[in-house]
């Protein structure tokens, strides 16, 4: 089985690195930048399962990175994280295509089920996506 890859987005670098250090021991693939404008440039270069992304962050914020990655990458499974959240935040996140929306503080074993199911939903859109480009193809082809 493939690895899981995950970006974790967070201008509060110890809490990043304190959450990939222990996605990494888990045996996922966990990196880490600290700005939405880092997270843009990460998502164009690589392939990632799932993106854990802070809402409240300087600069760009969680819900303007999240709109500019499904831009990149509409298949991305974008999981928002936020300590000072509000119901609004939350709806409006989803609403922008977020996978998910939970709050700091977060039992990790929560938060890696989430990312597990933010991996099956990517693969089951990749396959519908797959399934759906071959049908095509077939018609073109009078098939």
């Given at each position: 089985?493939?690895?899981?890859?995950?970006?974790?987005?967070?201008?509060?670098?110890?809490?990043?690195?304190?959450?990939?250090?222990?996605?990494?021991?888990?045996?996922?693939?966990?990196?880490?930048?600290?700005?939405?404008?880092?997270?843009?440039?990460?998502?164009?270069?690589?392939?990632?399962?799932?993106?854990?992304?802070?809402?409240?962050?300087?600069?760009?914020?969680?819900?303007?990175?999240?709109?500019?990655?499904?831009?990149?990458?509409?298949?991305?499974?974008?999981?928002?994280?936020?300590?000072?959240?509000?119901i609004e935040k939350g709806?409006?996140?989803?609403?922008?295509?977020?996978?998910?929306?939970?709050?700091?503080?977060?039992?990790?074993?929560?938060?890696?089920?989430?990312?597990n199911e933010a991996k099956?939903?990517?693969?089951?859109?990749?396959?519908?996506?797959?399934?759906?480009?071959?049908?095509?193809?077939?018609?073109?082809?009078?098939?």
């Open positions: 089985m493939a690895e899981l890859r995950v970006l974790i987005v967070d201008d509060e670098e110890d809490f990043a690195a304190t959450l990939a250090e222990r996605m990494n021991g888990r045996g996922l693939i966990a990196e880490t930048v600290s700005s939405g404008e880092e997270a843009l440039i990460a998502v164009s270069r690589a392939v990632y399962d799932a993106v854990v992304l802070d809402l409240a962050m300087p600069g760009m914020d969680g819900i303007e990175t999240l709109k500019r990655m499904l831009a990149i990458k509409p298949q991305l499974q974008v999981i928002l994280l936020t300590g000072r959240g509000t709806i409006e996140s989803i609403r922008s295509g977020a996978f998910e929306f939970l709050e700091k503080p977060i039992k990790f074993d929560t938060l890696l089920s989430k990312v099956s939903r990517a693969m089951a859109l990749t396959e519908e996506k797959t399934k759906d480009m071959i049908e095509e193809m077939l018609r073109r082809w009078g098939c």
